[in-house]
């Protein structure tokens, strides 16, 4: 039943998760660690908490690969991983709004910075992504190597050992998109910067701006390669095997410049990083003054030149700072001088204030870089990778402030998850066997409590008035915290430690969770007042240099605070108290690092010094509580609310109470019993995988849902759409209702008004009707009346009536008779009905003559263009011809062609149709008569509107064109022949050459044409026809006598033409038949 598909069980190393371990004792856990780090399996898990053991050498578990690998999968169902955890917290934060904070304990060089940095590259892999995200990203991910290089330094445990708290809170929106970040520092190790614990280092930046650094800019900051120039860098660890320190100077001024920091700005800080070195070579010794008073003078100016020069401060200023101290109290102004060690410790308390205000401006420039610029609520990660606790051989007022810090995590994480779990469980009525926990409460109250803490009565102590020392300090302590179990030391009143020679007279002991650590009380009240002396803090507020000057806002003299400052264990208390608040509102997910062995090395695993982390870390009671305990716990609510598609009984609604709703859905779901409690307002799941099997269920079922919440919602959308189509329907038919029945009343209105006024006018011709009829009938009664008495004169005029009436009858029945009768409608159709009585004969020609007419008028007006031409043109021949030449009747058959050789499509006579450029009218071969023996030569004989044309039948040459204009007459005989000449005028150019004598077939059409188109011409008189016997012709010169005589029977049937003398030529023409 709880099949998952992968699971952390798969393919297990040892006990992935300890709270499976069996048998559960301290050397099988260590055993399980042990055998997991061999096999590279550097985390396992308590429940939720993740054991992160450091690998000391670089494991291919952190690829893209990886990454992918945990998206989004349960915590429990791959192989332990800090991805895994990173995902849950960042999942949650997205998906149920919950707050998260990442939690990374673990002593120094366990591996809390590595771990801090995989959760935040982690979470930028999988969030969101785009222009806006990927710059905060990137600007989060690179205030580290910023940080590191300003706040870690070599140790003897780490060597990249954080020498600073921090926490940083990553926010989202609601998306789950980064928006910016806020980051907190806590407490830097300061005096680490002006001397370093043998094998150990300054800060980074400093190594890395000397080896890194161009010539260029070393020459600016007027420093030198060489480390062993510069008292402040210790030498005997000065490089550290594996760090390139060059190529991380690279590394560091790309990282600023991504954050934000401008040119002008990373050349500030690296000459405040200059100075401090300057500053560190600045040495003084002693003058005996005559007053007896011990004076210091500064050795070697020129570091204190180049520092001045550097700072922008004035030599002089600086110098008296080193020189005298005042104090001001109430008005008035003491200055003394500072002798050699004073003049020492001005010089470091300068440095390691220059420093640490530097490192502090620093974390709130990046602030100001990365804060979220969007005012909207958001959600938020925090991250914290503080300081681990630490016990060095001389441990000093630092390691009792890391170690206090270290404390209150830790009572953080028994808060949070071993009494607040066990408390739950009593609370909600679970059977539950206690488990025996280390609770540090009381070790947090030696160190905290207002009243008699250590920390209270070191502040105490500064503050009192009078010779205040370090061992006025301890005698305090000796007094005061004597009878406090975790309290020793060799001179406090418990007798115990009298004899202890471990224990220094100059020291105290505190027994923390993690251990016994030895405090050396030297130096714990200098550094918890952290007094910078004011003529230093005046002379830096001098500086002509902007970031020096904002650092030391309290050396303006308009602001003298005679207040002194909190003290430095103070503000971390405060500081951390305000952390741990912050902690408690948020959702806690434990990373606890430890580290196998003390030589940096891979694979050992120093079992001895594992157990001794195993056990201060409380593991053991973890897994012990979460063994005994449960997993998983939910309030019913929001667990019904979760899984309650599960069953059919609890989905959608469960009416009941809730836990009774989470009680039926355990059981639905065969959950065995021993899997689960019911709390009072709660339920307890044993198993994670109990609750990765609901998960995996709810999963399932929420698919289904999502198909058929979609298939409802397409439902509803398309019912909505029909129901909303349906209405408008309704309303536009009630509209279209309303409007037609509104039309239909306007309509049956105006019927009715007509109705009305069809009835009126009925009414009206009715009445009309019946005066029409008073009056018909009165007037037929008159009528009568009148009749009967002039009856007896009617007979007298009867003849004539009946007369009148048979004539009436008579042509009644003519004309109907005649229109029964009229001939065809044909022109020439000569009948004509005959009459029947003779005194209609002038009636009965009338009526043919307008019958004739009318037909012809009938018959004309059918008649085309073309037709009417040709029938005027017959028209004009009868006119010119009809009884006067006895060849016409013969012609008036024959249609009037004209063309009758198609000159213009005969290609013979191609280049005669081209001379002559007008249309042809007539074309025709006629003869051309000679005068010397009055035989006839063809020629084609053409007829234009302007000229004649005489050419060669047989060449289309051209013989003679003549102009209309030169044509005086044409003369003709009144015979059957077809003779005649063409006279021309005297004196015309055509003239020239005579007169011509010719003969045609068609001379009728010949001569009509002629006489039409010149009778057409307005311009020209119109041509004669002369019908005539006897004739002239003016041949050339001489003029002949053309004589027509009546042909004798021998000559047959055809015209001859003879000469019969010089000036006579005869044609005989066969008598007409
Ligand atoms: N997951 C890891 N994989 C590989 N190396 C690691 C891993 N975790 C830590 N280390 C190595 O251990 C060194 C110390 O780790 P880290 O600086 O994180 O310790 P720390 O707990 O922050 O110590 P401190 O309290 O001194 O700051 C790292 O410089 C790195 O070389
Ligand atoms: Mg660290």
Known sequence: MMEVKTSLLDNMIGVGDMVLLEPLTEDSFLENLKKRFDHNEIYTYIGSVVISLNPYRSLPIYTPDKVEEYRNRNFYELSPHIYALADEAYRSLRDQDKDQCILITGESGAGKTEASKLVMSYVAAVCGKGQEVNKVKEQLLQSNPVLEAFGNAKTVRNDNSSRFGKYMDIEFDFKGDPLGGVISNYLLEKSRVVKQPRGERNFHIFYQLLSGASDDTLKKLKLERDFSKYNYLSLDSATVSGLDDAANFRTVRNAMQIVGFMEDEMQSVLELVAAVLKLGNIEFKPESRCNGMDESRIKDKNDLKEMCELLGIEQSVLERAFSYRTVEAKMEKVSTTLNVAQAYYARDALAKNLYSRLFSWLVTRINESIKAQAKTRHKVMGVLDIYGFEIFEDNSFEQFIINYCNEKLQQIFIELTLREEQEEYIREGIEWTNIEYFNNAVICDLIENNQNGILAMLDEECLRPGTVTDETFLDKLNTICADHQHFESRLSKNSKFLNDHSLPHNCFRIQHYAGKVLYRVEGFVDKNNDLLYRDLSQAMYKANHSLIKQLFPEGNPVKVNLKRPPTAGFQFKASVGTLMSNLQTKNPNYIRCIKPNDKKASHIFNESLVCHQARYLGLMENVRVRRAGYAFRQAYEPCLERYKMLCKNTWPHWKGPARQGVEVLMTNLQVPAEEYSYGRSKIFIRNPRTLF??????????????????????????????????????????????????????????????????????????????????????????????????????????????????????????????????????????????????????????????????????????????????????LEASELFKDKKALYPSSVRQPFKGDYLEISKNPKYQKLSSAVDEKILLADVVNKINRANGKGSPRLFLLTKKNVVLADQKTGQLKANVPLTDLASVSTSSQTDGFFALKLKEGSASAIKGDFLLSSDHLIEMITKLHRISSMAADREKLNIDILDEFLVQFKQDKVCVKFIQGSPKNGNSVSCKRKNNRLLEVSVPASS
């Open 693 to 874: 099997f609901l998960e995996e269920k709810r999963k399932q079922c929420l698919e289904d849902l999502a198909t058929l919440i979609q298939k409802i919602y397409r439902g509803w959308k398309c019912r909505s759409h029909f129901l909303l189509l349906k209405k408008s329907q309704i309303v536009v038919a009630s509209w279209y209702r309303r409007y037609a029945v509104r039309l239909l009343s306007k309509l049956l209105k105006h019927e009715m008004y007509f109705f009305q006024a069809r009835k009126l006018l009925r009414e009206l011709k009715y009445q009309k009707k019946c005066e029409e009829a008073v009056t018909t009938i009165a007037a037929f009664w008159h009528g009568t009346q009148v009749r009967r008495e002039y009856r007896k004169f009617f007979r007298a005029n009867a003849g004539k009536k009946i007369y009148n009436f048979t004539i009436q009858r008579i042509m009644q029945k003519y004309f109907l008779g005649l229109k029964s009768k009229l001939p065809s409608m044909s022109p020439i159709d000569k009948t004509w009905p005959a009459r029947p009585y003779s005194f209609l004969d002038g009636v009965h020609a009338e009526l043919r003559r307008i019958f004739h007419l009318w037909r012809c008028k009938k018959y004309r007006s059918q008649f085309t263009e073309e037709k009417k031409a040709v029938y005027e043109e017959k």
